[in-house]
């Protein structure tokens, strides 16, 4: 099947596709002699998993490894889950650091007067000048 058939039935884009063969991360598809690309049902295989694998946010390096395992059938599953776990340790890093951003930005926000005045604690704490008594505390 040619490119575009692929994409359709992996919910990828043929550009994402391509990307894929580029990076490597993606056995290139077979050329026939007009030049277009031909997909194999394994093929999909391997592009499903890769959009599901990225759906569930991990990196395309991530990915590359994850794909490595699905294609061997030797694999530990161990390692896999080791993958997992870390990959959760990751994200939820990310939620603490998205928290702590979240409880600035409401407490810049509770600071400020929001009014028609050109005085603004958020301005001020971004630019790291110290507040003058028209700011709201």
Avoid: W
């Avoid at 509770?110 to 028609?116: K, L, P, V």
């Amino acid at each position: 099947m040619k490119i575009g058939e692929a994409a359709r039935r992996t919910g990828l884009s043929s550009q994402t596709i391509r990307y894929y063969e580029d990076i490597g991360l993606l056995v290139r598809a077979k050329r026939e002699g007009n030049g277009y690309r031909e997909y194999r049902e394994q093929d999909l295989e391997s592009l499903r998993f890769l959009q599901r694998a990225r759906a569930t946010g991990f990196s395309v390096e991530e990915c590359r490894q994850l794909l490595g395992l699905y294609l061997d059938q030797e694999r530990h599953s161990s390692h896999v889950k080791g993958l997992v776990l870390e990959k959760i340790e990751q994200l939820d890093a990310q939620l603490r650091e998205l928290h702590a951003m979240r409880d600035t930005l409401v407490s810049m926000a509770d600071r400020c007067a929001g009014d028609e005045g050109p005085q603004c604690a958020i301005i001020d704490e971004l630019s790291g000048e110290q507040p003058t008594s028209n700011s709201v505390r």
